[in-house]
């Protein structure tokens, strides 16, 4: 007997899915990248048009499909514009990710609460994620556990979030 | 709450240190995890901004800009001038000279006592000694607290109409015999003393002891 296909409530799934597949492509392909999210309203459209048609048959979960199709997507777009420019010169990357003015509000405001955390905090952040140093190597270079390290990464996280919502 | 495994993952994503295959399974997750990818999206603005604007942030400040951290209470005071120093220099005496004024004017008042029954006065309690109990035979004398110098106790001694009175500087007072007796076995008695200032005026009196001179066998 053949499985029927699940409901779906596309608009829901559209509406909840969206965000994450634009952090994918966006992740995979660069922010810079000014055709970022033409790939996402065809990877969008493609689920839709896969789960009108009864493609999807429920084997796996509806995020593990679209994952799926994200991932194919944008192996097929890397593909297309590899042939596309292999003959002329790179694009200079934008200076900044953050791709509007509310975001680069938002990452100022960011920016200026960070600078206002404690030396300790600061250093942390510094050395783990604008110096890429492993956990490990952070902890040595402080003088203080990996764990301590943790903490204080997570420690400067909350202090931040609340800087940000007051 | 129980924390997602994978969340430990999203620093390792975002830092580009998660290759092949736990970094597609990470992906996958993230896909069907809503928590982990609220966690993902907020660290990832984080690690955007230190990797754009990193630089300034962490920069070396000059040394006429370069400052130690200190707290924002030090910070505040420091920024005092003398003259704000001064205006919370008198603020402060300002709230003493209140916060006393009131605590004169609020002082716990002084216990209240019954003096007879139809008296009720305020002022210190006086403590009586002897006899608190019941005796074996007519008692000698009376003894009392003493409230220090210059007071001057009235005693009184009740049947049951007052029996008989006498006033004293002591803490002390021997009992006439005369009112000895007429103080019978068998009979209960209560006694009280009140203390007067020299002025006269009542400063404190003890409650009425009764006690009983036991029966003659």
Redesign the interface.
């Known amino acids: 007997m053949e499985n029927r296909p699940p409901e779906i409530d596309l608009n829901d799934v559209v509406v909840?899915?969206r965000?994450?597949v634009s952090?994918?492509v966006k992740k995979s392909l660069g922010a810079q990248t000014p055709d970022w999210e033409d790939v996402v309203n065809e990877v969008i459209t493609q689920v839709i048009e896969k789960v009108k048609k009864g493609e999807f048959r429920g084997d796996s979960?509806i995020?593990?499909y679209?994952?799926t199709i994200?991932?194919r997507r944008i192996i097929d777009h890397i593909r297309q514009k590899t042939k596309v420019l292999r003959n002329i010169p790179e694009p200079v990357p934008l200076?900044?990710?953050?791709d509007n003015a509310e975001s680069r509000e938002?990452?100022?405001f960011?920016?200026q609460a960070?600078?206002q955390l404690?030396?300790k905090f600061?250093e942390v952040?510094?050395l783990?994620?604008?110096q890429?140093l492993t956990r490990d190597e952070v902890a040595e270079r402080l003088g203080i556990s990996p764990r301590r390290v943790s903490e204080r990464l997570n420690y400067a996280?909350r202090l931040?979030?609340k800087m940000i919502r007051t | 709450m129980k924390k997602c495994l994978f969340a430990e993952q999203i620093?390792d994503y975002l830092?580009n240190r998660l290759e092949g295959e736990p970094k597609?399974q990470f992906?996958?997750h993230?896909?069907?995890c809503?928590s982990c990818?609220r966690q993902?999206?907020?660290?990832?603005?984080?690690?955007?901004?230190?990797?754009?604007?990193?630089a300034?942030?962490?920069r070396d400040k000059p040394a006429s800009e370069r400052r130690e951290?200190v707290p924002a209470w030090k910070r505040a005071l420091a920024s005092f001038t003398p003259r704000q120093w001064a205006t919370v220099g008198v603020a402060a005496a300002a709230v003493l000279v209140v916060v006393f004024g009131l605590m004169t004017q609020f002082r716990p008042s002084s216990p209240q006592f019954v003096l007879n029954e139809t008296e009720v006065v305020r002022g210190e309690s006086l403590t009586l000694m002897s006899p608190i109990i019941d005796v074996r035979s007519v008692p000698t004398f009376f003894e009392w607290k003493s409230l220090g110098q210059g007071v001057e106790y009235k005693i009184s001694l009740f049947n049951d109409e007052l029996l008989w009175s006498a006033t004293t500087r002591d803490s002390r007072i021997v009992i006439p015999e005369e009112t000895r007796q007429r103080m019978r076995p068998g009979q209960r008695f209560a006694w009280q003393v009140r203390a007067f200032s020299a002025n006269g005026t009542l400063i404190a009196a003890s409650s009425k002891v009764q006690f009983q001179i036991e029966p003659a066998k």
């Open positions: 909840k899915y965000p994450v952090f994918k979960s995020g593990t679209i994952y994200t991932s200076p900044d990710p953050c938002r990452a100022q960011l920016a960070i600078q404690k030396p600061k952040l510094n783990y994620y604008y890429e996280q931040l979030r | 620093d830092l597609e992906e996958e993230y896909f069907n809503p990818f993902l999206e907020e660290r990832d603005a984080l690690v955007s901004t230190i990797k754009t604007r990193g300034w942030i962490f951290w």
